[in-house]
C-alpha cells in the first residue's frame, strides 16, 4: 500500500506526550496546522502539474508560467512592476524572459512616457499558450468548486488572500480588483 494511503498515528503517537494541557492542545494545533501544511503541498502538486505537462512540450517551467500569465492578464506590464509582483530578482527573470522573447511569447516595447521604460505584451503566441495554461488551471478550480457548497468560492478567495503576507495585502487587492478581500474579518 503506497505510504500516503497509511493511516497515520495517533496525534499522541506523531508528537509525543505534551507535559501540560496548554503544550498539549498546542501540539494538537500545530499538528493540525502541518496537516493543512501537508494538503497545500499536495493540492500545489497537483494544481501546477496540468501546466507542467502542457509547459514541458515547449522546454518551459514554472519560471514561464508565472511570467507569461501576468503579462497576459496585465498587457503592457512595466518589467518594474513583473519583478514587483514575482518578488525576484532582475537577473532572475532576464533568463525567462529572454527565452520568451526569442520564442515569440512576449514582445518589449518601450514606454510612451519614457523610452527606457520596457513593457511587456504578449503576442498571439503567448497569448495561446496563456489561454491554455489558465484554461487547464481553471477547469480545476471549476471542478472543485462545483464539488463544494456554494459560499466554499467567497472562504477560498478568504483564504489563500489570508496566505498572503499581510503587508502585501493591499497591493494584492489593488492588483486583483478586489477591494472585498479581507475587509470581513470576524
Request: hydrophobic share 40%; proline share 5%; no cysteine.
Amino acid at each position: 500500500m503506497s505510504e500516503l494511503l497509511q493511516p497515520k498515528a495517533p496525534l499522541r503517537t506523531r508528537i509525543g506526550a505534551a507535559p501540560s494541557e496548554r503544550g498539549a492542545r498546542r501540539a494538537e494545533e500545530d499538528a493540525e496546522a502541518l496537516d493543512l501544511v501537508e494538503l497545500f503541498f499536495f493540492a500545489y502538486r497537483d494544481f501546477v502539474g496540468d501546466a507542467d505537462r502542457l509547459l514541458e512540450n515547449y522546454g518551459f517551467g514554472r519560471a514561464h508560467h508565472r511570467v507569461l500569465h501576468f503579462v497576459h492578464r496585465r498587457p503592457g506590464l512595466a518589467i518594474a512592476a513583473l519583478l514587483d509582483i514575482l518578488k525576484i530578482t532582475k537577473q532572475s527573470l532576464n533568463r525567462v524572459l529572454k527565452q520568451l522573447l526569442d520564442g515569440g511569447f512576449v514582445e518589449a516595447r518601450a514606454g510612451a512616457v519614457d523610452r527606457r521604460q520596457r513593457l511587456l505584451y504578449p503576442t498571439p503566441r503567448g497569448a495561446r499558450l496563456a489561454r491554455d495554461l489558465a484554461a487547464l488551471q481553471s477547469e480545476r478550480f471549476r471542478r472543485v468548486l462545483d464539488e463544494l457548497p456554494p459560499d466554499a468560492r467567497d472562504a477560498a478567495a478568504e483564504f489563500l488572500f489570508s496566505m498572503v503576507d499581510p503587508k502585501e495585502r493591499e497591493r494584492v487587492r489593488r492588483h486583483l480588483g478586489r477591494a472585498d478581500l479581507g475587509r470581513d474579518r470576524r
